[in-house]
């Protein structure tokens, strides 16, 4: 049993670049979840999806897309990077109101 | 809306010494609460939880206690260890229908010899 995994680890991109991060649990759960977490800024929702085929916005969306491709997989997609997107990634999913996160990716953007 | 307030750090305490990291919060209904850890380089992870008024989560030695009357969930250990140093994030999860947790800023603890 895995959790929730994440891939990459660590990127570096250059303006104006794209990538998606790619995010996958197997504990079945419904909901999952793209935060950004930045010094002093704590944890960031972007984006959410409450169960498959479904997804909303969270509080920093702009420059960001996601797809909640089936029940185990959301990922998440900068079309143009820019320096202000460096920042480290979560996914998360959750069961029972209990958030189940994965190690992250370290975005930076030069 | 829902709200977590905790307090700012960083903590800086000597081994073994009495933890407390105060949260505070703001939420309709009868939310969830929980205290995530996160380690250097990691994810956030489950560190206890409560769930309804007077419930006591524990783990790992560390305790919070589900306070309705004055709308609090203090995170307390009695004796740290250097392998405690972390950030500390307080969360609620409404059980009203909302699918976003609310966390707060959280609280670096860093513990020296």
């Known amino acids: 049993n895995a959790g929730v995994t994440q891939t990459p680890k660590f990127q570096v991109l250059k303006t104006g670049q794209s990538m998606t991060l790619q995010c996958a649990q197997d504990?079945?759960?419904?909901?999952m979840y793209w935060y950004r977490q930045d010094p002093g800024m704590g944890l960031r929702l972007i984006y959410y999806?409450?169960?498959?085929?479904?997804?909303d916005k969270g509080e920093v969306p702009n420059g960001y897309n996601v797809s909640r491709l089936n029940k185990r997989e959301f990922s998440l997609r900068l079309e143009s990077a820019a320096p202000s997107q460096t920042s480290v990634y979560f996914c998360?999913?959750?069961?029972?109101?209990?958030?189940?996160f994965g190690p992250g990716t370290r975005l930076t953007v030069t | 809306g829902n709200s977590v307030t905790q307090m700012e750090g960083p903590v800086t305490l000597s081994e073994e010494a009495f933890l407390t990291i105060n949260c505070t919060y703001t939420?309709?209904?009868?939310?969830?609460l929980f205290w995530y850890v996160q380690y250097p380089g990691e994810g956030l992870q489950l560190l206890l939880k409560?769930?309804?008024?007077?419930d006591k989560g524990s783990n790992k030695g560390f305790e919070a206690t589900y306070r309705k009357e004055t709308t609090s969930f203090h995170l307390e250990k009695g004796s740290v260890q250097v392998s405690d140093s972390a950030v500390y994030f307080c969360?609620?999860?409404?059980?009203?229908?909302?699918?976003?947790?609310?966390f707060g800023r959280g609280t670096s603890l860093i513990v020296h010899p």
């Open positions: 999806s409450a169960s498959e085929g479904t997804t």
């Open positions: 939420a309709t209904g009868y939310p969830s």
């Open positions: 504990m079945n759960h419904n909901s």
């Open positions: 969360a609620l999860s409404d059980a009203g229908g909302s699918y976003i947790p609310t």
């Open positions: 998360a999913s959750t069961y029972q109101f209990e958030q189940y």
């Open positions: 409560a769930t309804k008024a007077d």
